[in-house]
């Protein structure tokens, strides 16, 4: 089955720098990513998807990349805000009826 | 996005009680839901997978007897925590699929349940 894995664990940035995340996927077959973004206590957010047959994907300021052969995407997050700061989960999955294989998250601390 | 609810938010109870948890997709039909676990500083663990008008597909080592979901509409599941226990102490979360666009996945704002 999929296996995703996230890097890094935790990010510390100062404010107005960016922040990248980084997620790896085990599965050639998945073709939909999504990244969701949790504050303390409450349920996950979906800020930004992406699926197999773009390359990038932008909202403001934060971007997807993905790149298929290496079997990787990231998360770009810039010019950061003290508003930012929260847990970032990546994810991937075969898109239909397939669930979610969530990565471990990353823990951003945006530092004013 | 799509707005799915969760009833209650918290809920304390007493070890040996059983619990219901609500999940509502409020401006959409779901015909299918999750439901995830996720204790303090760790990622979402699947429970099951519930689809509307069927049983449930449980993940390996959740226990379905103890863990009840039922998904009677497009819009409605819940998950009954039978005979609860400390260990059963966790944020319990659910999501939706928009059943137009069958692998966006919208979260509820989670159910923190405490057993005494």
């Known amino acids: 089955g999929e296996n995703v894995e996230q890097h890094p664990s935790t990010l510390s940035v100062q404010e107005g720098d960016s922040a990248v995340i980084k997620c790896t996927y085990s599965?050639?077959?998945?073709?939909?990513f999504p990244w969701y973004k949790q504050e303390l206590g409450k349920g996950p957010q979906l800020i930004i998807d992406?699926?197999?047959?773009?390359g990038e994907k932008k909202d403001q300021r934060i971007a997807v990349t993905l790149n298929k052969t290496a079997k990787h995407f990231s998360l770009h997050i810039t010019e950061t805000q003290p508003e930012d700061s929260a847990v970032y989960f990546c994810?991937?999955?075969?898109?239909?009826?397939?669930?979610?294989?969530f990565g471990k998250g990353t823990r951003l601390s945006v530092i004013a | 996005g799509a707005v799915v609810s969760q009833h209650p938010s918290r809920v304390i109870c007493k070890s040996g009680t059983s619990v219901k948890i609500e999940c509502r997709s409020l401006?959409?039909?779901?015909?299918?839901m999750f439901w995830y676990r996720q204790f303090p500083k760790q990622s979402l663990m699947l429970m099951a997978t519930?689809?509307?008008?069927?049983?449930?597909?449980?993940e390996q080592g959740v226990e379905k007897d103890k863990f009840l979901i039922n998904h009677a509409s497009l819009t409605l599941s819940t998950l009954t925590v039978t005979s609860a226990h400390p260990e059963d102490s966790s944020f319990y979360i659910c999501?939706?699929?928009?059943?137009?666009?069958?692998?966006?996945?919208?979260f509820g704002p989670g159910t923190r349940l405490t057993v005494l």
């Open positions: 519930s689809n509307e008008g069927s049983k449930a597909t449980y």
């Open positions: 401006d959409f039909q779901a015909t299918t």
């Open positions: 999501s939706a699929r928009v059943a137009a666009r069958t692998d966006t996945q919208y």
């Open positions: 994810a991937a999955c075969l898109s239909g009826n397939t669930p979610l294989v």
């Open positions: 599965d050639s077959a998945s073709n939909y």
């Open positions: 992406i699926r197999s047959n773009v």
